[in-house]
Every structure is written in structure tokens, then in C-alpha cells.
């Protein structure tokens, strides 16, 4: 008799392992730890989306970060720890205070939950959206959705050429994509798709759209 965690060798009938102290039951399978990172999330039923339209763009092979200055200690991810607000207060860095940065366009999305947000640069988007160490962001936005399809934090967004760029975080329901008087298609996570102004964006049952 084998133990099947660790390859000990067991008496007959023996209901542990006394190298390694796991049930004789246990397999290497039952003892794996599940992904967490859909776990704070209801996944739903989608539809299939027909792929076409969406000008994807790769994540590597974009300029430099924005020459808006970095965000203050006291306004990162810890200031958004607290509480679960609609589309949560934005943080961000006045531009006035650095004269010589080149103005960076501004993009409006009005979500379906009725709010809209003023943004540049870079940020997160989702229901808590944090960081991962070594991150900064221009902007962490808030999304009340009581029946959790949004994760914690669903996607990233920037700008290139004037234009807004989504990515989507790896989130438990995905992103989709609609630009305007073109198709639909589900984003690649890790993948930074344009999205002109005009295009709606679908974060499970909550959606934004960008002007």
C-alpha cells in the first residue's frame, strides 16, 4: 500500500500516512487549492456573440506611460478600501500641477447604473478594483452591482492615440465589446482592445458606454 501524496510505503489498513500525515483516501487532485480568482464572482449565461468589427490591439507595442504625474501615497488603492459605492469616486492627479505635461484627452462613460465618470490616463474598473503590487493607476472606478456578474476588479483601461483602450483582468464573466455600427466580439483577457468613442462596453449584466 502506497500513499498517494507522498509515495510512502503503508502498512495494510493504515488510514494515514505517517510520513506525511495525509488520509490514505487523498489524492494529489482533492488536495489541489481551486482558482481563486472567479470565486467572487456569479458567473452567468451568455449567448454566443459573433466576432468581427473590434480593432484588437496587442499588449506589448504601446508608447510610454502618460506623462500625467503618478498618484500621491494617501490616494491609492487603500483609499478605495472602504465601502462598495455606485461607480465609486474616482482618484486622479490635476494636470495643472505639471505645466510641462502634454494635455492628456479626456473620455466620459456613463454606465447603466446611471452614473458617469470623467477620466484620463490609466485605471481599473470593477465592484472593488485593487491593484497588484508595483501598480499605479490614474483612476480606480467603483461599480455597484448587487448581483455580483462584475468582478472586484473586471477590467483596465488607457489611452493611445487619443483613443481609449480596455483590457480585460482575467474576470470571472468576461468583457464585450460593441464599437459603433459594427459587431461584437468577447475580449481576450490580458488583450487591449480600442474603443472609439461611441462603443459600449459589457462588464457581465452592467455595461458603460464612452464618449
Known amino acids: 500500500m502506497t500513499c498517494r501524496i507522498c509515495g510512502a510505503e503503508l502498512p495494510e489498513g493504515a488510514m494515514f500516512c505517517g510520513d506525511c500525515g495525509s488520509s490514505t483516501s487523498a489524492t494529489p487532485e482533492s488536495r489541489r487549492r481551486s482558482d481563486p480568482r472567479p470565486g467572487d464572482t456569479t458567473a452567468i449565461e451568455r449567448p454566443a456573440r459573433r466576432n468581427s468589427g473590434v480593432i484588437s490591439i496587442p499588449v506589448d507595442g504601446f508608447r510610454g506611460a502618460s506623462p500625467i504625474p503618478a498618484l500621491p501615497a ?14 465609486g469616486e474616482t482618484e486622479h492627479v490635476d494636470a495643472s500641477a505639471a505645466p510641462d505635461a ?17 477620466v484620463f490616463g490609466s485605471g481599473l474598473i470593477g465592484r472593488k478594483p485593487l491593484p497588484q503590487p508595483g501598480e499605479r493607476f490614474d483612476h480606480l472606478v467603483q461599480i455597484a452591482d448587487r448581483s455580483l456578474s462584475v468582478s472586484k476588479t473586471h477590467l483596465e483601461f488607457g489611452e493611445h492615440d487619443g483613443v481609449m483602450w480596455i ?7 468576461g468583457t464585450i465589446v460593441r464599437r459603433p455600427d459594427d459587431g461584437a466580439v468577447r475580449c481576450e483577457p490580458g488583450r487591449r482592445y480600442l474603443v472609439p468613442r461611441g462603443s459600449r462596453v459589457e462588464l457581465a449584466e452592467q455595461s458603460f458606454v464612452v464618449a
Not at 74 to 87: I, K, L
Not at 102 to 118: K, M
Request: aromatic residues 8%; charged residues 15%.
Open 102 to 118: 502634454v494635455a492628456a484627452p479626456t473620455f466620459v462613460l456613463a454606465f447603466s447604473t446611471g452614473e458617469t465618470r470623467t
Open 167 to 173: 483590457a480585460d483582468r482575467f474576470s470571472g464573466n
Open 74 to 87: 494617501h490616494a491609492d488603492a487603500g483609499s478605495m478600501a472602504h465601502g462598495e459605492a455606485p461607480v
